[in-house]
């Protein structure tokens, strides 16, 4: 039987795991392996997916993966793992009887006599590597204050923060993707992958969350294996302590030959000595003592051990640690094995191998290994850990999911938790902090105006200033309050485990489009603003469903549409305001759907990513960290503003203020601008919006969408002088046209940062001709409809 036919409540043992390739390597590196035991929580609010309890941690599974997974529903009895804990207790007294060797402490953990630390002008590297919800984060906040800088990883934009650790100018500490394991799974894994493999830090700082300690030693035993020296941070200690738990950490270091170190990121505790120990191992290149983490009688270790020796010569060729690229031979990693170059007889070695596993253990060997790993750990833990009688986080968790994720209330309460979102960013401190600023912004403009008209400053420049720059960036730069106070709540809803929710509980519909679920959350704030929205993908774990929902956020009518749409309303529809308003944002969700159904067949084939997701216990966010996010965001943002959009903002003020001969012109009819919009007209004629001023309006809504209105006031005269030139048809046609035309310059721009140029050229393309053929259909249907001209 499969996972799938349990009910909530009912627990089991899995028997074997099935699915291919990387799926099925996710599910063995996060701990379904055969033998653990599985608890079912719960079903998602939709049925689909469910959440289970493994080694002591929820995860998120999806139905259609749970099939995969063979079990034997016989209820596990707890004597079981009692034995299985003793023996190991059994197992390891004989090294527990080992003096202590002081791991990790000045002078004893390497030879004295042949040591060669690296020199003083040496930039120590660090690499900061630990699961996601681990405390990465805080910890990096805290080791490096506020001396920190953001990129990305080169190719690929994932972000990559770097820094120096406080006190320490020679040093720089690189946080990498929160991982759970080293295969390549995810862009992010490979990025976390490849810089320990190949930019060969002089040390990594692995992060180990405590109160969920066997999800995240697993990743630990590979970082061992890599062969750079390690240190373990055993962070939320004070979660684990508070709940009556303890961890000998002697006895851990000398079982793992790394120093670990007891810590609290978000207390502050034992960083100082997390420090001294970091680089301490790094100046001294003090390698993990222990790698060998497989019982001696067990057939892997032979097996291990046999394919050490068949790629000794390759791997040293390649710069690849032996025993790491021993186990991703064995476990099948297709990029090790590539990279290893194995030659036929050596291949046919090999998969000899990989059948002796197989027929030895009764496990192939991918799940043979990850199996090696996790029984090691388990050994570990029962040594050394004292887990808490009762776990308070644990417990409040599920109180507060019964509710935030119940049958009935979850989506009642997501909607009315993303309204308030919403209402205090765009109602009330988005817009105060949004008011101020541009009160500030005109403040300064009308300064300058003086200035340069006392100064006699020429005409041209006069304009390009006021009108150009100051007008432009100060209308893009007015966003600004909107992104960080956005990014504040997102922060929040993240750190505190809320958006992991969302996505358990929204994974069937947006699966049902192609996405995961937690593209829910960037697509509903497309619905504010499409900047925050396309920054906010960068959370999202998988590439193709952040490409995908980058492309479509555009799609989801922004506020800044709302303008344009009451403009209309009041001009064309007095009266019908909610109606229309309704219309139009059904409309932009139907084809939102459609183009995503259309990006799934076309440009992103295959599946929506797999969904084996962690559900961290809820925890209060460190403000440290939220306004370090805000800080990083708001960067980014003003990056932005006085790049890209400087040089759209002066390139459209001078289409609009210079004739053909570069004269300034007085009359914005004689101005490149008119000319160009001559020039589009003719294209826009179909839809029976020919009139040369509302392309220049529509061109001019490419700086900021609400400059629509205000550019039509201005060509058209406040009294209603483009009712003269629009029949109701063709005012409902433009508003189809604005909502689903071009975004603004701020969002292409931050398009472009995600996807590049190409894509953002793109999109802008396609979504002005998407808006002409629609508006273009919707024209002659109605029409049609209503037999002619009305
Ligand atoms: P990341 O996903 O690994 O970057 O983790 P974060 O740094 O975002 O932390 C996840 C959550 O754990 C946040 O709400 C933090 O405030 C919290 N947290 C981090 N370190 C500690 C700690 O030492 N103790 C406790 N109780 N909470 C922590
Ligand atoms: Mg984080």
Not at 17 to 37: K, N, S, Y
Not at 372 to 399: A, D, H, W
Not at 624 to 648: G, H, N, P, Y
Request: aromatic residues 8%.
């Amino acid at each position: 039987m499969t996972l799938r036919e349990l009910k909530a409540g009912q627990s089991c043992r899995v028997v074997s795991v099935g699915g291919e390739g990387a799926l099925r390597q996710h599910f063995l590196d996060m701990g379904i392996i055969p033998g653990a035991e599985i608890t079912i929580v719960k079903f998602a609010p939709m049925g689909d997916p469910v959440e289970v309890r493994i080694h002591g941690y929820e995860l998120s599974l999806r139905l259609d993966d749970a099939e995969k997974i063979t079990i034997t529903e016989s209820a596990v009895k707890a004597e079981d793992t009692a034995k299985t804990e003793d023996t190991a207790k059994e197992k390891r007294k004989d090294k527990a009887n080992v003096a202590h060797p002081n791991l990790g402490e000045p002078g004893v953990h390497h030879d004295k006599k042949t040591e060669n630390p690296l020199p003083d002008d040496h930039v120590l590297s660090f690499a900061l590597v630990g699961n996601q919800n681990s405390g990465k984060t805080t910890l990096f906040n805290r080791l490096t204050g506020s001396n920190q800088h953001v990129g990305n990883f080169p190719g690929v934009t994932v972000d990559r923060k770097d820094g120096a650790i406080i006190g320490n100018p020679k040093t720089v500490i690189t946080d990498l993707p929160g991982i759970y394991s080293m295969s390549p799974y995810s862009k992010e894994e490979i990025v976390s992958r490849d810089f320990v493999l190949d930019n060969k830090p002089d040390a990594i700082i692995n992060i180990v969350d405590s109160t969920n300690i066997e999800r995240n030693l697993y990743l630990t035993m590979q970082l061992l294996e890599t062969d750079r020296p390690v240190v373990v941070a055993l962070n939320m200690m004070d979660e684990l302590t508070g709940n009556g738990g303890s961890v000998d950490i002697n006895l851990m270091e000398q079982i793992l030959g790394v120093p670990v170190v007891p810590i609290s990121a978000a207390k502050n505790q034992g960083i100082d000595e997390l420090i001294t120990h970091a680089l301490h191992i790094a100046k001294y290149c003090e390698k993990p003592l222990e790698q060998d983490f497989c019982a001696p009688d067990s057939p892997i270790h032979s097996s291990i051990h046999a394919v050490e020796h068949l790629i000794e010569e390759k791997a040293k060729n390649t710069g690849l640690p032996l025993r790491f690229a021993a186990c991703k031979a064995l476990e099948g990693d297709e990029l090790i094995l590539n990279q290893l170059g194995l030659d036929e007889n050596e291949q046919g070695l090999l998969e000899h191998i990989r059948v002796k596993v197989e027929k030895k253990s009764g496990l192939d060997p991918a799940a043979a290994v990850a199996d090696m790993r996790f029984t090691y750990i388990m050994q570990l833990v029962g040594q050394c850990v004292t887990k808490p009688v009762q776990n308070r986080e644990r417990e409040r968790s599920e109180k507060v999911d019964r509710i935030l994720t119940g049958k009935f209330t979850a989506i009642p309460i997501f909607i009315l938790i993303m309204g308030l979102v919403f209402f205090l960013t765009f109602n009330v401190i988005g817009a105060f902090l949004q008011w101020l600023l541009e009160l500030g912004i005109e403040e300064l403009t009308a300064v300058t105006e003086q200035a340069l008209t006392n100064a006699h400053v020429n005409d041209v420049i006069h304009s390009l200033i006021i009108d150009g720059i100051f007008e432009g960036v100060g209308s893009v730069l007015s966003f600004l309050p909107i992104v960080v106070v956005m990014f504040f709540f997102l922060s929040l809803l993240e750190d505190s485990g809320y958006i992991a929710r969302i996505a358990f509980f929204m994974d069937k519909i947006l699966r049902k489009i192609g996405l995961s679920g937690r593209s829910i959350v960037p697509l509903l704030i497309g619905f504010g603003c499409t900047v925050p929205a396309v920054m906010s993908t960068r959370t999202l774990p998988s590439d193709r469903d952040r490409k995908m929902t980058i492309l479509l956020t555009p799609f989801m009518s922004c506020t800044a549409k709302l303008p344009i749409y009451a403009f209309f309303v009041s001009s064309f529809f007095p009266g019908k305001g909610g109606l229309i308003m309704i219309g139009l944002y059904v409309l932009s969700i139907i084809i939102g759907i459609l183009i995503a159904f259309i990006y799934k067949k076309v440009l992103f084939k295959g599946e929506a990513a797999p969904f084996v997701m962690e559900l961290p216990n809820y925890r209060l966010p460190s403000l440290r960290s939220t306004v370090q996010l805000m800080w990083e965001k708001a960067k980014d943002f003003l990056q932005k503003a006085f790049s890209v959009i400087l040089v759209a903002t002066v390139v459209v003020w001078a289409l609009q203020s210079f004739d053909t001969r570069f004269n300034l012109v007085e009359d914005s009819s004689q101005s490149i601008m008119a000319l160009i919009s001559g020039f589009i007209s003719p294209v826009m004629k179909p839809l029976g919006l020919g009139d040369w001023r509302i392309t220049t309006s529509l061109i001019s809504g490419f700086m900021a969408k609400e400059s629509v209105v205000s550019v039509l006031e201005v060509l058209f005269g406040a009294e209603g002088g483009i009712s003269a030139v629009l029949g109701t048809v063709e005012a409902a046609t433009l508003l189809i046209f604005s909502l689903l035309y071009t975004p603004c310059v701020a969002a292409i721009a931050s398009v472009k940062r995600e996807l590049g140029w190409k894509w953002s050229v793109a999109v802008v393309a396609w979504q002005c001709i998407l808006a002409w053929i629609v508006s273009f259909l919707f024209r002659i249907i109605v029409l049609a409809c209503t037999g002619g001209f009305v």
